[in-house]
């Protein structure tokens, strides 16, 4: 586990956009204790600017009415929410334990080789980032990668080649 | 009472109150279970697991103490080899990224890391790879600094801050051996209790920037008193050492448990004001400007007296209930008028729900019950009247100069017995120090009107007497505390059945009458 505890500071403002804004006022209605809504926040943060900032999660605290230090604990904690921009196709391979026995190295050393990054890195074009991430929950068709939020299950380094080719 | 139960510990029957759980119950018969993030004042959280104890013919195995109430008939195990391999793995786990830093570290003499170690580890490192940093002296506002490494993230600190301020500065960030306290960006410690946390904290990771490298614990000699600093009166300790060739110095308080009054806590603003105890000291007797000894001192106040057609008294809400009941015989002695003036004592909006009061005085309450005039417009018109100004370490511009009152007392003739160097001092013709409360006993009674006594913590290379002897030594009658209270008994009706010496730990809850509750 590496330290996620360093928050990037953007200098400006943070709000939902018209869009996630009805969307959280809908989600905000199921839950009957307010704080369940800081992970669906987080969400909603992630899907409209693809990260998390210091200035969001304060954002998120005083809409719920939190505090700040429970919504950074939780966008900390999970790591799936990305703290720092990420490439404009993010890739997440699985690294959990029915994906590791059936070869996500061979994906990962795949891509170090094509796009030249290793998990934890941006290309310097800013198009590709690659992360190694805990279970995804889909272990009947490992390895699973995921593109932008996006599934794709029992992956070998031939699809792999075939999908980065719908990319560019 | 709470009722009683009687469970078994290893083997040995004992009784204890029922409901409570096991780490409390059991230990207030003096058996201890460890346990790191249990704390009385924040409840069980059972993250630690130090606390696991076994319980025979129960299931499961074993359980977290601090969740389990005592029960009649249990069966409780804290000596097998199964519950002291736990503590001795968990000790194990604490210790792996622990930097082991305890010759710089303040907590050390009092860190839960270091007692549990010893009782229970006593092992070396199996560690072959590099430790976890993380971060050092982080300040965190409010005086508090953290050290990450130290951290035990037993969440004591999360969990005042959210439950007992409810301000909620604090969060465990990131997790398995990354996890760390941490403030959000931006978002320091910001309330008034924010430095407890350096008391709850169990290991060296929270630490005071006031008390940060003074002393070492052990060299501090840890006396009980009462905070002065407001009407609540917390309880405290009063943590003070005499280095060689110095003098008796004041290097911390600390909250003490009193149900009854403070519970567990105290505001940061009473903690640090010890340093008045020590700073700003009116240290010699002073007549017309220059200095003198303390005899001709009270030789001088005398002579003013014996001359005076109408002296005026002014008696301090710091005082004990002695110290005033003292002050007011000897005003009737000598005919005086003596008064409880004190608004300067008074920062109206300052208090709020928890502990902290607008009265910034620790016995008002004691010249209402000896029914001492405070107002305003009495102490005005006797003023007006005087000619001999007496201030029994009371002074009326504490918080704030008031230039119509102190032009009019200045024009007097003016003696000010005072612990410290003050306004009263500054326009006084004959300045006598005298104790302040850490170096005298006596019984204050606060704002719930709990009477409460204190007995002295401090002794200085120069001794200084307290009030109470300033006015036998100017030829009152009463001789010391013991011998204040038959008057006081008799006088005041709130007060005949209390027993001086019998007035118990926590302190002693008076019926007040309806009449007396009106108050500053």
Known sequence: ?168 | MAEMVKLFVNGEEVEVESGKNLIDAIGAVGIEIPHLCYHPALGADGNCRMCLVGIEDGRPPVVPACKTPAREGMRVQLDTDNIKKIQRDIMEFELINHPVDCPICDQAGECKLQDYYMAHDLQDSRMRVPQVTKGKKMDFGCGVVHDQERCVVCGRCVRFTRQITKTGELGIINRTDAARVNIFPGRPLNNRYALNIVDLCPVGAMTSRDFRFKQRVWFLKKDKGICHGCARGCNIFIDHNREKYKDDVIYRYRPRLNSLVNGYFMCDEGRLSYKEENENRLTATMIEGKETSFEDGIQRIQQELNQAKKPLMLISPNSTLEQQWAVKRIATLYGARCSGYSEGYVKAGDGDDFLICDDKSANRRGLQLLDIDCERTTLEQALGECDLFISFDNDPFRFGNNEELRNAIAAKRVIAISSHENTMTEISKVALPVASYSEYDGTIVNINNVLQSFTRAVRKNEERIDILEVTRLLGGAVRDNAHAWPGMKTTVEELAEVHPDRIPAEGLQLSVSEESHVSA
């Not at chain 1, 409209?48 to 700040?68: C, H, L, N, P, V």
């Not at chain 1, 196709?89 to 059936?102: G, N, P």
């Not at chain 1, 980032?129 to 380094?157: I, K, W, Y």
Request: with cysteine; aromatic share 10%.
């Open chain 1, 1 to 168: 586990m590496s330290d996620r505890s360093e928050l990037i500071i953007t200098g400006k403002p943070f709000a939902f956009d018209a869009e996630r804004d009805a969307e959280f006022e809908r989600l905000v209605k199921r839950y009957p204790i307010r704080e369940s809504m800081i992970l669906p926040a987080l969400w909603l943060t992630q899907e409209q600017e693809g990260w998390i900032s210091a200035e969001a999660m304060a954002y998120i605290a005083d809409r719920i009415g939190t505090y700040a230090s429970k919504v950074y604990e939780a966008a900390t904690f999970y790591t799936m929410f990305n703290l720092e921009p990420k490439g404009q196709y993010h890739i997440c391979v699985c690294r959990t334990l029915s994906c590791w026995l059936r070869e996500k190295q061979e994906i990962v050393d795949y891509l170090a080789k094509e796009i030249g990054i290793r998990p934890g890195e941006i290309s310097e074009d800013g198009r590709f980032s690659l992360e190694e991430v805990e279970c995804l929950g889909h272990c009947g068709t490992a390895p699973v990668v995921q593109l932008n939020g996006e599934f794709h299950e029992e992956m070998d380094v031939d699809k792999m080649k075939a999908l980065l080719a719908t990319l560019k």
